[in-house]
Nanobody
């Protein structure tokens, strides 16, 4: 069972990226999926999550609300995080996590989640 985040890169301020969270070994449909990020010298920040496919509730941290969008693609067994209007302070390693037990919401990010993938680096710089 593996979870993998991908899609990071170097982008100019104001630019966009789409991050993917994909899984091998299990379907993501009934997992609650969260995106975290960690910048150098900073605490890990939970930025977005989406509940299992029959719920679909989403959550965004204030720091990304209105700029980032989380979504699912059942056919590709993936969850995406669309990053728009990127700022230098969005520079961080982004990674995804999956858990069957905890629904998406503020508290989701405080739990020890079942699966966490390796991260992908997003660098916002001119």
């Amino acid at each position: 069972v593996q979870l993998q985040a991908s899609g990071g890169g170097l982008v100019q301020p104001g630019g966009s990226l789409r991050l993917s969270c994909s899984a091998s070994g299990f379907p993501l449909d009934y997992y609650n999926i969260g995106w975290f990020r960690q910048a150098p010298g900073k605490w890990r920040e939970g930025i977005s999550c989406i509940s299992r496919i029959d719920d679909g509730q989403t959550f965004y941290a204030d720091s990304v609300k209105g700029r980032f969008t989380i979504s699912r693609d059942k056919s590709k067994n993936a969850v995406y995080l669309q990053l728009n209007s990127l700022k230098p302070e969005d520079t961080a390693v982004y990674y995804c996590a999956a858990d069957l037990r905890y629904a998406c919401g503020t508290a989701y990010f405080s739990y020890q989640l079942e699966y966490r993938g390796q991260g992908t680096l997003v660098t916002v710089s001119s």
